[in-house]
């Protein structure tokens, strides 16, 4: 009797590799041999056919024409900035309130060309972004406290941001209680100057804190527009 538990390895059984089943004479039964037939050889990839390497690169400059033309052409083409950041384009006139109501506020994105010397912006970015014109007694971030315009007929000057800052450090602030104000100037390119631009501006900005007063009595203008040098 066979006392091997099941499951253990039987050297005679037919799925055994290896070892054939014998018959009962002794001899050995070869019907039960498994066969495996030999492994086919490894055909090489076929290489890339010329005209599917073509249509790939036909594909790849359309990709590249297409960001060329909806990507680098409108940058490139984007109206000229001066020295501050600001667009320099001819835009709409923007109303302004004669009577403000509760809020104070006497005109909304209002673009940089467009604020009047003395006026109080809140809303406010930058010196070359639209910002909201309130009345000085409300909370605000930012004053237009001066403005000079430079000869219309002079060349630009090689120094013209020592100019610039050179105007705007004759303009004498009051103290703010509520905020520590920094002075930011914009003043022209040398782009933007051969396209017209003469308008340096002075900006007294609150940098930590709010206004809530006026910090001129007067703000500066100084019109030299039609001014000839001489010689």
Not at 136 to 153: F, I, M, Y
Not at 175 to 180: F, M, R
Not at 211 to 228: G, K, N, Q
Request: aromatic content about 6%.
């Amino acid at each position: 009797m066979d006392t091997r538990p099941e499951g253990s390895p039987n050297e005679s059984r037919p799925d055994s590799p290896g070892t054939p089943e014998t018959s009962d004479d002794g001899a050995p039964d070869e019907r039960y041999v498994p066969y495996l037939p030999p492994r086919p050889a490894e055909e090489p990839a076929p290489a890339a056919s010329p005209i599917r390497r073509g249509w790939w690169i036909a594909a790849t400059a359309v990709v590249v024409l297409a960001l060329v033309v909806f990507v680098l052409v409108p940058l490139l083409s984007s109206p000229r900035e001066d020295g501050s950041g600001e667009t320099v384009e001819s835009t709409p006139a923007v109303s302004r309130n004669a009577e403000p109501g509760l809020d104070g506020i006497v005109a909304r994105e209002v673009p940089p060309v467009q604020v009047q010397p003395g006026d109080c912006l809140t809303d406010f970015d930058s010196v070359g972004e639209p910002s909201t014109v309130v009345e000085c007694t409300r909370d605000h971030e930012a004053q237009l406290v001066g403005r000079k315009l430079w000869p219309t007929a002079r060349a630009f000057p090689e120094d013209m941001r020592a100019d610039a800052e050179r105007f705007c450090a004759t303009i004498e602030l009051a103290s703010a209680e509520n905020a520590q104000v920094i002075v930011e100037i914009s003043h022209p390119a040398e782009g933007t100057w051969a396209e017209g631009d003469r308008r340096v501006d002075c900006l007294a900005v609150a940098h930590e804190g709010t206004l809530d007063t006026s910090l001129v009595a007067e703000p500066a203008f100084e019109d030299w527009t039609d001014h000839v040098d001489e010689g």
